[in-house]
């Protein structure tokens, strides 16, 4: 069953902010938020996780809404290596296993 | 060094052929992962191993048969190769508890002819 909802594609300008959404409505108490990246023909990439409070890393920032149903992944200076796709996932503490959704194919154009 | 790392990178067979892919973890991580990405690229996991023992098994066809040696090592044996096995095989690892993401490898294509 999908967990969340993300949009398809999207494009971002190179050097502008990238704002990938994710809708996870359903999500419980104790399951955490976090986003991989899929650049073409490589392995997925862990990017970030969050619970409830907003979280930075050197790649990028998770924005978590205060009902926790939505979140944002920031990467705040897309550079065209950034072009992949993007996986959000939700997943409780200490369960072995990542779903991945269809996620969303995120272009960095020049 | 690669951090988890996958041989052989392509694989091209015959139908009916048995094959192995080798996955090697040098993280110090306890568990280790299969994914399969298919042709559509959904990713879908097929074994999770934690310091040697199996404790995840996703509905896989028993022609697949993972083993781990130690907990640094986890391969992939595949009988009896069919048409429909032509995908990516992705290795992962993490540590066993906790929030950790996973380091994944750069996958293993194999195509069944």
């Known amino acids: 069953d999908a967990k969340t909802t993300q949009p398809p594609s999207m494009d971002c300008a190179e050097g502008r902010a990238a704002n990938l959404p994710c809708n996870h409505s359903?999500?419980?108490?104790?399951?955490?938020v976090y986003w991989y990246r899929q650049i073409h023909s490589q392995g997925p990439q862990y990017i970030i996780h969050?619970?409830?409070n907003n979280e930075t890393n050197e790649m990028a920032s998770l924005i978590i809404t205060e009902d926790r149903k939505s979140s944002t992944l920031i990467l705040p200076h897309a550079t065209l290596r950034d072009t992949a796709v993007y996986y959000c996932?939700?997943?409780?503490?200490?369960?072995?296993?990542?779903?991945f959704g269809s996620g969303t194919k995120l272009n960095v154009k020049p | 060094d690669t951090a988890v790392s996958q041989t052989p990178k392509y694989l091209v067979t015959q139908m009916g052929n048995d094959k192995s892919i080798k996955c090697e973890q040098n993280?110090?991580?306890?568990?280790m992962y299969w994914y399969k990405q298919d042709s559509k690229k959904f990713l879908k996991i097929m074994f999770s191993y934690n310091n040697k023992e199996l404790i995840i098994n996703e509905t896989v066809p028993n022609r697949f048969s993972p083993k781990s040696p130690d907990k640094a090592h986890l391969n992939l044996h595949i009988n009896s190769l069919e048409l429909g096995d032509s995908a990516v095989y992705f290795c992962a690892s993490s540590p066993y508890q906790g929030t950790y993401g996973y380091t994944f490898g750069s996958g293993t294509r194999l195509t069944v002819v």
């Open positions: 359903t999500i419980s108490g104790n399951e955490y």
């Open positions: 993280l110090g991580h306890d568990t």
């Open positions: 996932i939700v997943r409780p503490y200490n369960f072995n296993k990542f779903y």
């Open positions: 969050g619970l409830k």
